[in-house]
């Protein structure tokens, strides 16, 4: 096979879960030796090879050296690159396809086909039919969700919170962009508005012990615990327990497992974060590193998001749901350790400052 049905196949098979060896680029410098910069066919193969070294696993030696050699010589010859190409070049450098939301990504490659001369004009129709088509999927969710957000009130009721539905809606595209992830779209949707008003609840506006008293409602999961909340804090807790409960009640509907109990305690954890957060704010206590660790990978709100997520496009028994959530811990954990860490490295003043 020659660099570019390589490379694009191993890319493809290994995004879709097969464990292709990386031996069958043993002797890919010497292809890179031979390539032309001004040839098309030549560079689409290196930028797939580019592509591909990003599917490696931990010491796959081949694949990082082959993301080093390609990345290196896109930036020596970029000058010589052909024109129909350089652009998809400069995009790749800049972020690996593998990083990308794939239907922000159709968007922009769409704009840059269309550009180029070797366009087939009835793939550039069919892209954009099927763009327009997902994207009024799409509309329908985001009114989904945004006839929930005005039914909460919360906007009116609570002037601390931020109103960001369109942003958390975007970020259930990146889960699940497919038209039939829908049903996940529109939870995960309520899911990420109910993390952010409640991360504001704990940051900005209630006093400590408010906050003792909301995080022990919430741990009950009592409807009756509403009597002893403020006239401020019922109006939330009546949002936020009714739109749990709702979630679950459409998951047993659909699929007949009950995660009511799942859920609840993934929330109290939550909420117990976050007032271990608080607690340390209002005592002027500075955790240490492992102290922060422990309860950072939970306030990022992975566990929130990852449990409603594994129920939503499971269709197995829930003891094969748990068990395989069990057998992934690890992974989980320590990718929300890097979610936390990166979080607040992004908003540390400490961290904009040094850079």
């Known amino acids: 096979m020659d660099l570019n049905v390589k490379a694009l196949g191993f890319r493809l098979l290994r995004q879709h879960g097969y464990q292709v060896p990386q031996e069958i680029f043993h002797n890919f410098e010497d ?53 129909s190409i350089s652009a998809l070049v400069s995009h790749a450098l800049e972020f690996p396809l593998h990083w990308r939301v794939p239907r922000i990504e159709a968007k922009w490659f769409i704009k840059v086909y269309e550009k180029r001369s070797d366009m087939n004009p009835t793939m550039l129709e069919l892209a954009k039919l099927d763009f327009d088509i997902v994207q009024a999927v799409y509309i329908q969710d985001i009114k989904h969700a945004s006839r929930w957000w005005r039914n909460t009130r919360w906007d009116e009721k609570l002037s601390f919170i931020r109103d960001r539905l369109v942003v958390n809606f975007l970020w259930t595209i990146g889960f699940g962009y497919l038209p039939r992830y829908s049903e996940g779209r529109r939870t995960l949707a309520k899911v990420n508005s109910l993390i952010t008003t409640i991360d504001d609840v704990y940051n900005v506006h209630d006093t400590l012990d408010e906050l003792e008293q909301f995080t022990l409602v919430i741990d009950r999961w009592d409807i009756n615990a509403i009597e002893e909340l403020p006239d401020y804090m019922k109006i939330r807790f009546f949002g936020f327990y009714n739109t749990i409960n709702e979630i679950s009640f459409n998951t047993l509907k659909n699929t007949g497992i009950l995660i009511l109990p799942y859920l609840k305690k993934a929330w109290a954890d939550l909420c117990k974060a976050y007032l271990v957060e608080a607690r340390w704010f209002y005592s002027g206590y500075t955790p240490t590193l492992q102290e922060y660790l422990d309860n950072g990978y939970v306030s990022i709100s992975g566990p929130v998001i990852l449990t409603h997520a594994k129920f939503l496009i499971s269709r197995g028994a829930t003891q094969e749901i748990l068990q395989c959530m069990e057998r992934f811990e690890k992974i989980v954990h320590y990718s929300l350790l890097i979610l936390r860490l990166a979080d607040d490295l992004g908003t540390s003043t400490v961290c904009i400052f040094i850079n």
């Open 31 to 83: 292809q890179i030796q031979n390539l032309k910069p001004h040839l098309l066919e030549d560079m689409t193969g290196l930028l797939n090879l580019y592509e591909a070294s990003y599917h490696s696993f931990e010491d796959e030696s081949i694949l990082d050296d082959a993301r080093d050699l390609t990345t290196k010589y896109f930036k020596e010859n970029q000058d010589k690159i052909s024109e």
